[in-house]
């Protein structure tokens, strides 16, 4: 029948759908499944929807049905989002490694597909922070509770050098565990249960497939009296389920992530075209890129060129001070009430800058 729906004219098939679908009352699945056919070849979407939505309420278990139903709407047009979802439904429960894998390969390449159309329609200039305000305060919510993964916090700490050190040194950055004061906060967060909100939906679904995010960066602008804009909060959520004592995600994943997120907090706004670059739009999970490209340390030079170097910055990130600390926590902010080790090093450091180094 499947060979028959798909290439002749839909009025000579509907006909035979609705007389299948009239001869297997008895067996409702079949009957809703030929209902469903028919509705696709009407292009009635949402009634195609209601009446697949009866099947998998009832057996979503079944890979069989499930592969049936996908391949559906692999023949319909523009359904590419339907199609990803029944694809992701089958992938729970395929019963072979190959079936898996064709699958995941599938529905891959559709989402790649769409988020390269996204790329392309990316607008809008990239938007610096005004470094003329004083470093840049950094919250970490949830560091102090039972079973925080602290590579988050680390890997941050990390990612800052090649950021700071490709726009020369422009921005300062500083730790604070207040997130009221903070400017920058960098959290946690569950992964979003892809293409769950549809389930049990009494219309199609609308929009376009999507790939899933490693993480997410929110820059919020004000413009300032000469009405030019400015970044003045970034809120970064990195995505990761919460294991026993650590999150679920490889260190150089994460590691890459991270490196990309801190390259939208800092102001750049608009993906990277190239595959090597960290800030390109689709990153590649087995071969993360934990590295910046010459294009994305160009991006953040040009963005920072006209802004005042930060001397404090220079030498926390670049210079000796850099160095001695790499790795190491940023120094806490002043008026925070936690404490840390580092706030003793950087005293250290500072009584050492008011003795002087002496000519070389």
């Known amino acids: 029948m499947a060979e028959i729906w798909s290439e ?20 409702p699945f079949r009957h809703h499944l030929y209902l469903g056919k028919a509705a696709c070849l009407r292009k009635s979407w949402d009634e195609a929807w209601r009446q697949f939505e ?55 390449a559709i989402e790649g597909r769409h988020a390269l159309e ?11 922070w005004d470094a003329r305000k004083g470093p840049l305060k950094v919250c970490f919510p949830d560091s102090g509770a039972a079973g925080y993964d602290d590579r988050l916090r680390n890997e941050f700490h990390e990612g800052l050098y090649p950021w700071v050190r490709a726009m020369g040194g422009k921005l300062d950055f500083v730790d604070t565990a207040d997130p009221k004061q903070a400017n920058i906060i960098c959290r946690w967060n569950e992964p979003e249960k892809r293409y769950a909100e549809y389930e049990g939906s009494k219309t199609a679904p609308r929009g376009a497939p999507t790939l899933p995010d490693g993480g997410n960066t929110t820059l919020f602008l004000c413009s300032d009296s000469h009405h030019r804009m400015h970044a003045v909060r970034a809120e970064i959520d990195v995505f990761a389920y919460q294991g026993g004592s650590m999150r679920t995600i490889d260190s150089r994943l994460l590691r890459a992530v991270v490196l ?11 993906h990277l075209a190239n595959r090597s670059d960290n800030v390109y739009y689709c990153m590649n999970v087995e071969e993360p890129p934990v590295q910046l490209s010459a294009h ?10 006209d802004h005042p170097v930060n001397e404090r910055a220079v030498e926390k990130f670049i210079g000796l001070r850099a160095v001695c600390q790499k790795l190491g926590p940023l120094p806490m902010d002043a008026h ?9 090093l950087y005293a250290g450091f500072a009584r050492d800058d008011q003795i002087g180094w002496g000519e070389p």
Not at 11 to 23: F, N
Not at 118 to 128: M, Q
Not at 298 to 304: K, P, S, T
């Open 8 to 27: 002749q004219p839909a009025a000579s098939v509907l006909p035979e759908l609705y007389r299948r679908a009239a001869a297997l009352e008895k067996n």
């Open 54 to 108: 009866w099947i998998y309420a009832r057996c979503r278990d079944n890979p069989a049905v499930l592969q049936e139903i996908a391949s559906i709407y692999r023949r319909a047009d523009k359904r590419d989002l339907e199609l990803c979802i029944w694809l992701t439904r089958y992938l729970r429960v395929a019963p072979l490694w190959f079936c898996f894998e064709r699958a995941w390969e599938e529905r891959n």
């Open 118 to 128: 996204r790329f392309r329609l990316e607008k809008g200039p990239d938007i610096a």
């Open 260 to 270: 990309h997120e801190i390259g939208h907090a800092v102001g750049i706004m608009k």
């Open 296 to 305: 994305d340390k160009g991006r953040v030079l040009e963005l920072y060129m």
């Open 336 to 344: 925070s009430p936690a404490t840390d080790c580092a706030a003793d």
